[in-house]
T-cell receptor, first 112, second 116 residues
Framework: ELKVEQNPLFLSMQEGKNYTIYCNYSTTSDRLYWYRQDPGKSLESLFVLLSNGAVKQEGRLMASLDTKARLSTLHITAAVHDLSATYFCAVVSGGSNYKLTFGKGTLLTVNP | DSGVTQTPKHLITATGQRVTLRCSPRSGDLSVYWYQQSLDQGLQFLIQYYNGEERAKGNILERFSAQQFPDLHSELNLSSLELGDSALYFC???????????????FGPGTRLTVT
């Protein structure tokens, strides 16, 4: 059974600082997703990572994937308050369906 | 706006009752997925339909069932409701063909179910 672990689960940062969220998964997968969720809202797709070594950047967020280590990272650069949200990584189990297995999420709070 | 719609937005009902949640996928998407989000279980995959047929099942209780209709909208039926069924239920849809090279799932706004 595919397991996805994120850490940390809670992250309190100061504005302007850098930090990394880690996502480990237990079995081979060919795609990994990062989502953002604001309180009471839906999930917003941030990144889709398809291959080993994939790196994608959008604004202050950068995601990478190492399929050999079964590890993805979401790096936050010079955090701002607007980045406060819960971030989820999700992995596709493979096969003919594309069900997502999610990590528990990282609640990020960026303080002024 | 993802293009996926869900109704109702909120639902409050009593234990033992039955409810139906509705989802309309993005135009052209053939796959519909249902997820449950709760504080203790996190985000869990429930079930997937592709063009009217069940494709995959996750941690879906026997009291829950779903279907996808010829117009591709989907309904999730929850019966004999218990307090623990209170959660946010999301529907997602994805394209049948590779969409920009990936099968990206687009999530609806969710239905918040409260069982009292």
């Amino acid at each position: 059974e595919l397991k996805v672990e994120q850490n940390p689960l809670f992250l309190s940062m100061q504005e302007g600082k850098n930090y990394t969220i880690y996502c480990n998964y237990s079995t081979t997968s060919d795609r990994l997703y990062w989502y953002r969720q604001d309180p009471g809202k839906s999930l917003e797709s941030l990144f889709v990572l398809l291959s080993n070594g994939a790196v994608k950047q959008e604004g202050r967020l950068m995601a990478s994937l190492d399929t050999k280590a079964r590890l993805s990272t979401l790096h936050i650069t010079a955090a701002v308050h607007d980045l406060s949200a819960t971030y989820f990584c999700a992995v596709v189990s493979g096969g003919s369906n594309y069900k997502l297995t999610f990590g528990k999420g990282t609640l990020l709070t960026v303080n002024p | 706006d993802s293009g996926v719609t869900q109704t109702p937005k909120h639902l409050i009902t009593a234990t033992g009752q039955r409810v139906t949640l509705r989802c309309s996928p993005r135009s052209g998407d053939l796959s519909v997925y249902w997820y449950q989000q709760s504080l203790d279980q996190g985000l869990q995959f429930l079930i997937q339909y592709y063009n009217g047929e069940e494709r995959a099942k996750g941690n879906i209780l026997e009291r829950f069932s779903a279907q996808q209709f010829p117009d591709l909208h989907s309904e999730l039926n929850l019966s004999s409701l218990e307090l623990g069924d209170s959660a946010l239920y999301f529907c997602a849809s994805s394209a049948s063909k590779r969409d920009r090279g990936v099968y990206e799932q687009y999530f609806g706004p969710g239905t918040r179910l409260t069982v009292t």
